[in-house]
């Protein structure tokens, strides 16, 4: 099979709709390969922060994400490794995905990761989680879901999850942030948020991560 024809479902969307449990889950039912792309920045903003690089400094983040030695676990045990250090947990944290953002709007990050991204296209097929994923770094998968969720529905989902870890957070705090990392995210120059043409719309604001997992199984299958 030439890369080309290799079948990708990307799923983008905001922070918190549910996008990497939900294409974690797909990915594990159609036996298909996974990117997280927003682990990949995370990973990256987590190792500038370590090394104390200035966040505005394109050129030392562009040369960091070059030497990036990232690898994902399976899909049945997710996880991160940044060389042979499990870093799972760091990128969960609110400062490293709000560092994660910041670097993401520099177009010389971008392109430093943008191969990286690409090369888990793999057969048999690929599921892809990010912002981007059907605009810029797949524009020709054949099929595309944008997973949304209103902020409010976000921030009580990330405060869920936190709490759940043991990590102090204030809901509303937590929902400016969403709020304000959505702003950021549609507004950077660089490859803004927003839906792809031909993407699917799903709001899972209501709904179960069953029913959302579904509908987008339901999508492939189309």
Known sequence: MQTNDI???TIDGPSGAGKGTVSRAVAGRLGWNYLDSGAIYRALAYA???RKLDLSDAGALAKLAEMLDLRFKTVAMPGVLLGDVD????????TTGNAASIIAALPEVRKALFEK???FRRSPGLVADGRDMGTVVFPDARYKVF???SAEERALRRYKQLKEKGIDVNL????EEIEERD???RERVEAPLRQADDAVVIDSTALSIDA???ACIAHVAI
């Open 48 to 50: 500038a922060v370590q």
């Open 212 to 214: 959302v997992i579904a």
């Open 183 to 185: 702003r950021r995210d």
């Open 172 to 175: 509303s705090k937590l929902t």
């Open 117 to 119: 991204q690409r090369a």
């Open 147 to 149: 997973l949304t969720a």
């Open 7 to 9: 079948p990708i479902l």
């Open 87 to 94: 870093i799972t947990l760091e990128l969960s944290t609110e």
